[in-house]
C-alpha cells in the first residue's frame, strides 16, 4: 500500500510541474514558440501574414516625412530594432540610418505601434526582437 501511495504522489508532483507548451521525448525537448499578435489578427488564420500587413499600414499611415530648410521632404534609409516584449509594449531598441532626421521619424512611428498579445514561449509570454529595414 505504501509503494501505491508514493508512486501515486511522485506522479502527482510531476504532473504539476509540467510545463504548458513543452513537449520531452527522450533526449530531445520541444518548446512552442509563438509571435505576437496585431491588435484584430487574434482570429486569423495566418497570423505573420495579418501582422506583416498591419505593420505596413501602420507605417503608411503614420510615418512622417521630415522636410529640409528648402522645404523639400528627405527620403533615405534607417534600420529599426525593436522588441515587443512581455506585456505585448513595443520598446524601440535603436535606430541607424544617414540622417538623424530621418532616424527621430522613424523612431516615432514606431513608437505609435499599438499594444499586443505578447509572444509566447513554453506557455509563458515572452520579448521577441525584431530588425526592420526600411526605405523611406
Same mark, same amino acid.
Given at each position: ?58 507605417? $503608411?499611415?503614420?510615418?512622417?516625412? =521630415?522636410?529640409?530648410?528648402? #522645404?523639400?521632404?528627405?527620403?533615405? &534609409?534607417? /534600420? *529599426?530594432? +525593436? ?28 513608437? $505609435?505601434?499599438?499594444?499586443?498579445? =505578447?509572444?509566447?514561449?513554453? #506557455?509563458?509570454?515572452?520579448?521577441? &526582437?525584431? /530588425? *526592420?529595414? +526600411?526605405?523611406?
Amino acid at each position: 500500500m505504501k509503494k501505491i501511495l508514493v508512486v501515486l504522489l511522485l506522479f502527482t508532483a510531476s504532473m504539476g510541474f509540467a510545463q504548458e507548451g513543452v513537449k520531452v521525448d527522450g533526449n530531445t525537448i520541444t518548446v512552442k514558440e509563438s509571435a505576437p499578435v496585431w491588435p484584430g489578427c487574434e482570429d486569423s488564420e495566418d497570423k505573420k501574414k495579418c501582422f506583416n500587413q498591419n505593420l505596413m499600414q501602420h507605417i $503608411k499611415e503614420n510615418y512622417k516625412y =521630415p522636410r529640409n530648410e528648402a #522645404g523639400d521632404f528627405i527620403r533615405g &534609409k534607417a /534600420t *529599426i530594432a +525593436l522588441s515587443i516584449d512581455e506585456e505585448g509594449i513595443v520598446v524601440v531598441r535603436s535606430v541607424k540610418g544617414e540622417n538623424g532626421q530621418i532616424n527621430k521619424a522613424a523612431e516615432a512611428m514606431i513608437k $505609435k505601434i499599438p499594444k499586443m498579445q =505578447p509572444g509566447m514561449r513554453g #506557455g509563458k509570454p515572452t520579448s521577441i &526582437k525584431y /530588425t *526592420i529595414p +526600411l526605405t523611406l
